[in-house]
């Protein structure tokens, strides 16, 4: 298995909606991302976890609060949203947390915030 | 900070030309460079990459030259084809081993029949 898997595709949730974003990766790969992708521009770092750790926060809004409940799995958590927080969320992976390693990105999940 | 400049943001070109996407980095200690071409509503797909230890890379139609001394990486399409057409970003690793990389702004290349 050569892929991330990203689930939900898509999502509509309202502000006062809670809802989870999961990504899941069975390549034993030890570093996992979530970004964030408005149009056309380039992905966003949000968090990194690195050996089921958060090791990144980029200054994220606390209404997005990560989890990575094993090394093959990696979610989002998502409460009381701005509409401005629509976006494309990509995970990735890669084979450890060093600058040199192929990042490998999930389909997305495509969120829109009413 | 670290920063990555991408030229440029769009680039048209016929079927059959070369196209060319340049990008300057600002970390002297990046030591990892990729591509990624991202087609309209699909995931970002690593295309190449280089490392610093090499100066030039090669895939079929795709080639890549780092230049470290002036901090400069280009991406090279030859004999461009029409599903060529995509958003291109490159990316530059970071100094410290977290696995973080700064991305270009991209480059819209649009390839016409």
């Known amino acids: 298995d050569t892929e991330v898997t990203q689930t939900p595709k898509h999502l509509v949730m309202g502000m006062t909606n809670k809802k989870s974003l999961k990504c899941e990766q069975h390549m034993g790969h030890r570093a996992m991302y979530w970004y964030k992708q408005k149009a056309k521009k380039p992905p966003e770092l949000m968090f990194v976890y690195s050996y089921e750790k958060l090791s990144i926060n980029e200054s994220v809004p606390s209404r997005f609060s990560p989890e990575c409940p094993n090394s093959s799995l990696l979610n989002l958590h998502l409460h009381a949203l701005q509409p401005e927080d629509s976006a494309l969320y990509l995970c990735?992976?890669?084979?450890?947390?060093?600058?040199?390693?192929?990042?490998?990105f999930g389909a997305g999940s495509r969120l829109t915030v009413l | 900070g670290e920063n990555v400049e991408q030229h440029p943001s769009t680039l048209s070109v016929q079927e059959g030309d070369s196209a060319v996407i340049k990008c300057t980095y600002s970390d002297s200690a990046s030591n990892y460079f990729p591509w990624y071409k991202q087609e309209l509503g699909k995931r970002p797909q690593l295309i190449i990459d280089?490392?610093?230890?090499?100066g030039e890379k090669k895939d079929q139609r795709i080639a890549v030259t780092l230049n470290k001394t002036a901090k400069h990486f280009s991406l090279h399409i030859t004999e461009t084809q029409p599903e060529d057409s995509a958003v291109y970003f490159c990316a530059a690793s970071i100094s410290s081993n977290t696995g973080k990389l700064i991305f270009g702004q991209g480059t819209t290349l649009q390839v016409k029949p």
């Open positions: 990735a992976s890669s084979l450890s947390p060093s600058g040199a390693n192929v990042l490998t």
């Open positions: 280089i490392r610093s230890n090499v």
